[in-house]
């Protein structure tokens, strides 16, 4: 039995040679591999002796011969195969070890020019793992060290089973269809100049399946969850359900809703979503605190809501949790107590999502645990965008109106702005003291989105007076101003940008408010 090992990654190549060396079986290698075997001891027989052919060409050909393919494709069930290797005094080779010159992780670095990543192109790896997992049923074909332990135990057993075998060949295509994807996406955005554009020529998507669902949205519609090939840290992907039903479809864009606003906040703070948009966002000292706030934005809506907390959840918190219908509850930890009180609500879908080592301050969007870019499917399409990640900052504020807002107003209207963000379109968002007063979401009208915020707050028995107004988008008209002033505002923060700007900023003089623009708008659809 013959095993050529042709590894960039040496992760965990040498245990493995050992393990193969003392089941008998030869060794076959190339360059820096074949070095590394041999200083270690193993025997070793360099590929260049068994093809009769040196390596060249700063070692882009030394794989791609007919002794090599011919070793991995021929099919030990055909006496006409087996017939040609003998004519040619060809072996055959049963195990190929191959991972690939490490491109995704060379143009991911600062500066990497056009030519680091043509030379970090493989071509005789894949050829090699195509040919290998094209003939699965002969040979075995692994593409990652994590792969070593399972192959080497079952070889040690007596025989690789025909299971094992195709779930290699499958990880080899996936790997392949990855690798080319990468390489795609990335010289399709070169430009003539030799600039690299935002956005590539070809659009490869590299997903991976997490789980088949039960339906889609809706009973009649078929779903499955997939995640990135390489997942953010502290993204809904990475979470670990602790207990609880099968998520759904909706309980997942429910929830990641919820995750992605509670996680964009630095101090305690509960989230509670219900059909994509926040009914009550708050901050406190613990997790109690900031639940018990944000619960009484709407207390109507969070019936069957999604909770989610960038904090600690104790058994305080769990307690008053427990006593309302919930679908999915997130946190980056549970404490043992609280754990005890979801026993009792076994369908409760109990979730840990570590925010450990999600960085900000200059850090990239992937580094913060934020998707780089937002796609969303159209007939026959995708529109991709760059994620909606701005952050904006108390110097980055324009007072507007003669009533410049008090420090607790820019706390209150920062606070505002930042869950607005997170709500559909049209989005207006009543707060003061770190919590939510009335949330108007997803209405054709920004004036309907007010009036039905203002509504919220009156079911809810919360007084907007002295309130705090973040609207997603410019106010066209002074009317929207109006609706918000009479509901209780004293002062409002917009992206300003209407060809009505002083009309409205006049408004609010007029109506004694203080009203800042941000510069930015944020719509969610």
């Known amino acids: 039995m013959n095993a050529l090992i042709s590894v960039s990654d040496k992760t965990g190549v040498v245990e493995f040679a050992r ?13 820096g591999t074949a070095k590394l075997l041999a200083a270690e001891g193993l025997p070793v027989t360099e590929v260049a002796e068994v093809t009769g052919f040196p390596e060249m060409l700063d070692g882009r050909v030394k794989t791609l011969h007919p002794r090599v393919h011919g070793g991995l494709l021929a099919r030990r069930d055909l006496p006409e195969h087996m017939a040609a290797l003998k004519a040619h005094d060809i072996d055959t080779i049963d195990l190929l070890v191959v991972n690939l010159y490490p491109f995704e992780a060379t143009v991911a670095k600062p500066g990497c020019t056009l030519e680091d990543a043509i030379e970090n192109i493989d071509i005789g790896g894949p050829a090699m793992v195509r040919s290998a997992a094209k003939n699965w049923k002969d040979v075995a074909v692994l593409t990652d060290a994590s792969q070593y332990a399972t192959v080497l135990a079952e ?67 078929q779903a499955a969850f997939y995640r990135d090939l390489y ?39 509960c989230v509670i979503v219900k059909h994509a948009n926040p009914c009550g966002v708050a901050l406190g000292a613990n997790a109690l605190e900031s639940y018990s706030k944000a619960f009484k934005t709407d207390p109507t809506s969070a019936f069957g809501g999604i909770i989610a907390f960038n904090t600690t959840v104790d058994g305080a918190a769990a307690q008053a949790i427990s006593k309302q219908f919930v679908e999915v509850l997130m946190a980056p930890s549970f404490t043992a107590e609280a754990l005890d009180v979801f026993k ?27 998707n780089s870019h937002d796609v969303k499917r159209v007939g026959s399409g995708l529109l991709i965008q760059t994620a909606d990640i701005h952050e904006l900052r108390r110097e980055d504020l324009k007072v507007v109106t003669k009533i410049a807002p008090t ?119």
């Open 19 to 31: 393990g193969l060396h003392a089941l008998g079986i030869r060794l076959l290698s190339t360059g």
């Open 344 to 370: 009792a609500k076994a369908n409760v879908r109990v979730l840990e999502i570590s925010l450990d080592g999600v960085k900000r301050d200059g850090k990239t969007p992937w580094e913060r645990g934020l």
């Open 155 to 221: 070889l040690q057993a007596g025989m690789l089973t025909d299971k094992t075998k195709f779930a290699l060949s499958v990880a080899a295509f996936n790997r392949i269809a990855n690798y080319d994807a990468a390489i795609s996406n990335y010289l399709s955005a070169i430009q003539d100049d030799g600039s690299h554009a935002g956005f590539s020529a070809q659009h490869n998507s590299n997903m991976v399946k997490v789980q088949d669902l039960r339906y889609g949205e809706n009973p009649h519609q």
């Open 407 to 525: 420090e607790q107003q820019i706390v209150d209207l920062l606070f505002a702005w930042n869950v607005a963000k997170y709500v559909k379109s049209n989005a207006i968002v009543f707060c003061k003291d770190g919590m939510t007063f009335g949330v108007g979401a997803g209405q054709m009208s920004r004036l309907d989105s007010a009036r039905i915020a203002s509504i919220k707050a009156e079911h809810a028995q919360l007084s907007l007076k002295g309130t705090a107004v973040a609207s997603d988008a410019f106010f066209p008209f002074r009317d929207g101003l109006d609706v918000v002033v009479d509901a209780g505002a004293s002062c409002v923060i917009q992206p300003g940008g209407s060809m009505r700007d002083q009309e409205v900023i006049d408004a609010a003089d007029e109506r004694g408010v203080a009203m800042v623009f941000s510069g930015v708008r944020h719509f969610r659809h």
């Open 231 to 269: 997942p953010a840290p502290g993204s809904l992907v990475t979470g670990k359900q602790l207990q609880g039903k099968e998520l759904s479809y909706n309980n997942i864009a429910d929830a990641d809703a919820a995750w992605e606003c509670v996680k964009s906040f630095d101090t305690p703070a």
